[in-house]
């Protein structure tokens, strides 16, 4: 096992991984400000498997990872033949868990959505249970796939159609979307939208539309776009994160007051509709784990997929 890698070495393995994703990567990791390590078994200085592990002020991994934040193989494993591959994968993840138990208290992993063996965290301890074992639990995020859509007019068509009514009805009131840096924008309005639900925001929450917001257009990751009314006033806003293949919806923040305008679907649009011509290959909604947050993403026409976040802890 080593520990430790360098970013750039890490960046590039992570990018051509099958389980490749933004929240692994060291530009998520540093400007989410969270402590955190790299585990990574190798072979012939080769990164074969690589994991990030969250990391607590105490040390110990933090029990809420982001999303994907979990386990990554190389990309050599792809090639291999589907009996060499299994194989292969559950003796890496046996190694690696059996590392981890030396190492730490607890784990706690969000596997991305591409993982598909978690037999050895099931298997984990099969035998000695009293030594604590896996927890699985299934959540849900959604993906619209943009390889096969044309123009804009498909990405409307096959939405729901509340969603193409909303659009169309911003356009003909006058709204408009810019791409902007505003930052206190988006904080304002998500400010707001908070206070319809009648909850406070937390400080994670906070943190993530002002200080990682501001880092994520800084550093050319992030794409904020701001919706306005035919007077200029902000109606809307949305935070999308993106890579190479992939843009993720991180925050969207509304104005209760244009609630019946449906600014938010028209931002949402012109999100799909902006990476779509930037060459991007899908759109992560990063979850839809609430029934009024999910329905509303699934109306985009993306499509339901499941992934799994692993515990285990010491007992």
Not at 134 to 156: E, G, R, W
Not at 189 to 216: P, Y
Not at 281 to 288: E, P, R, S, T, Y
Request: hydrophobic letters at 35%; aromatic letters at 12%.
């Amino acid at each position: 096992l080593q520990v430790g890698v360098d970013k750039k070495k890490w960046d590039r393995f992570v990018s051509s991984s099958p389980q490749n994703n933004l929240f692994c990567m060291s530009q998520f990791l540093d400007a989410w400000g969270k402590n955190y390590e790299l585990l990574l078994v190798t072979k012939n200085q080769n990164i074969q498997l690589g994991a990030v592990v969250i990391k607590q002020d105490d040390g110990q991994p933090a029990l809420n990872p982001f999303m994907y934040q979990g386990l990554l193989f190389d990309q050599s494993v792809a090639k291999y033949s589907t009996s060499k591959r299994v194989k292969k994968c559950l003796e890496m993840v046996d190694f690696l868990l059996a590392e981890i138990e030396q190492r730490y208290n607890r784990i706690n992993f969000s596997l991305h959505h591409s993982f598909e063996d978690l037999r050895s965290f099931q298997w984990f301890h099969y035998h000695e249970p009293e030594k604590g074992r896996f927890q699985l639990n299934v959540s849900y995020t959604a993906i619209l796939d943009l390889k096969d859509i044309v123009d804009h007019d498909t990405v409307l068509r096959n939405a729901r159609t509340v969603r193409r009514q909303e659009y169309r009805k911003c356009i003909r009131e006058g709204f408009n979307i810019e791409e902007s840096k505003d930052i206190e924008v988006l904080d304002h309005l998500h400010v707001k939208t908070f206070e319809r639900q009648g909850i406070g925001r937390n400080a994670s929450e906070k943190l993530m539309v002002t200080t990682f917001a501001e880092k994520a257009l800084h550093n050319r990751f992030g794409k904020l776009l701001i919706c306005r009314d035919k007077l200029g006033n902000p109606a809307s806003a949305s935070l999308f994160l993106f890579d190479d293949t992939t843009c993720y919806y991180l925050i969207g923040a509304n104005d209760p007051d244009y609630r019946k305008y449906g600014a938010g679907s028209y931002i949402v649009f012109e999100q799909i509709i902006r990476f779509m011509e930037q060459g991007l290959l899908q759109v992560d909604f990063v979850g839809i784990n609430s029934p009024m947050r999910g329905d509303f993403k699934t109306s985009f026409n993306a499509c339901p997929v499941p992934y799994f976040v692993v515990t285990w802890e010491k007992p």
